[in-house]
Nanobody
Framework: QLQLVESGGGLVQPGGSLRLSCVAS????????VAWFRQAPGKKREAVSC????????TFATSLKDRLTVSRDNGKNTVFLQMNSLIPEDTAVYYC????????????????WGQGTQVTVSS
């Protein structure tokens, strides 16, 4: 069964950091690009960052520029999202998605999604 599972979310104070993980099972994640999206209550799902099959990383969310790093460990079938200097506006459910070799900001380009992990930034 093909599956993506995110973890690493939680409650963090403003200025704190979190490292999210996206672990794949049932298929080789290294054959695909992997994107991170987030969705805050009442808002559309937005693309945050992505790493291609070849390892090229891109940050889509300008508000997160210079505050996050996406990386992959193909040996562990895992992609990571390191987020630093978190602010309350980063509060959202974060999802990883895959299914294509490159990166795209369009939700419908991806056919495999995790269940999401909640990130809450609050004092």
């Amino acid at each position: 069964q093909l599956q993506l599972v995110e973890s690493g979310g939680g409650l963090v104070q403003p200025g704190g950091s979190l490292r999210l993980s996206c672990v794949a099972s049932g298929f080789t994640l290294g054959n695909y690009g992997v994107a991170w999206f987030r969705q805050a209550p009442g808002k559309k799902r937005e693309a945050v960052s992505c790493v291609t099959k070849s390892g090229i990383a891109t940050t889509f969310a300008t508000s997160l520029k210079d505050r996050l790093t996406v990386s992959r460990d193909n040996g562990k079938n895992t992609v990571f999202l390191q987020m630093n200097s978190l602010i309350p506006e980063d509060t959202a459910v974060y999802y990883c998605a895959t299914g294509i070799e490159y990166c795209s900001t369009f939700v419908n380009q991806y056919d495999s999604w995790g269940q999401g992990t909640q990130v809450t930034v609050s004092s």
